[in-house]
């Protein structure tokens, strides 16, 4: 197992799950979103942003995102002193949605201003081999090349499980479960990039947000898309 003293701040929950399921990834965090719960053993780490919203009932969120958006542009606020004073070597975040985090250039700018400049890894995956080439890229860049392709192999393997079993399930059965997956449910939003490959890959038909080959050849959906109730009923999942 190789080891690394670098400094890493996380402003993505699934980065932060990312880095801490490398072998030795977990003790180079030094802070993290507030957003970040998983793995258990962080909590005790500082936080360097917070969402500036309310949380209410679902359609007043929705309300507030679309106002905020309008207004400030971003949903965050985050503590670039903070930040400054951890002296990180890296910093993950990124640069999909501006609604899960803290944009891009407002995190590359506060990495300019610091001396030493951090590197800031930009992981924006829009299907399952996106995810797992951001696993080789956190661990490249947090010095544990070789734990990284351990750690990515493994999660190779466990997609290789289900894919065999989905398969032994269908020879038995030609019937595939119509599957819709939501992100919000007021309004109704239907998930996007690599849900509906998931769902593909689980042995159900993903709906309303059909697979698609992209210019590497790999599957996935759109972007995440505002359906209505109507769409649902007419859409008939299972």
């Given amino acids: 197992m190789n080891t690394s003293s670098r400094r890493v701040i996380s402003l993505l929950p699934s980065a932060t799950e990312i880095l801490c399921g490398i072998p030795g990834g977990k003790r180079l965090l030094v802070a993290r979103s507030s957003e970040d719960t998983y793995p258990s053993g962080i909590s005790h780490l500082p936080t360097v942003i917070d969402p500036i919203m309310e949380f209410t009932s679902l359609a007043d969120i929705d309300k507030q995102v679309s106002q905020k958006m309008a207004d400030l542009g971003t949903l965050y606020v985050v503590d670039k002193q903070k930040i ?55 661990a490249e860049a947090a010095g544990l090349h070789a734990n990284g392709v351990e750690y990515r192999r493994g999660l190779e393997k466990r997609i290789g499980r289900v894919k065999d079993t989905v398969a032994g399930c269908c020879q038995t059965t030609n019937a595939k479960p119509r599957v819709l997956t939501l992100d919000w449910v007021n309004p109704f939003i239907v998930g996007g990039h690599w849900m509906p490959q998931m769902v593909d890959i689980a042995g159900g038909v993903p709906l309303l947000n059909p697979l698609v080959v992209d210019e590497n050849g790999h599957m996935r959906g759109d972007k995440a898309i505002k359906v209505t109730e109507k769409d649902i009923v007419e859409a008939q999942p299972d």
């Fill in 84 to 138: 400054t004073d951890l002296c990180p070597d890296l910093i993950l975040t990124q640069d999909l949605c501006r609604v899960c985090s803290i944009d891009l250039m407002t995190v590359e700018r506060i990495a300019a201003e610091m001396d030493p400049r951090p590197v800031v890894l930009n992981l924006s995956p829009e299907c399952l081999e996106d995810m797992l080439s951001n696993v080789t890229e956190v």
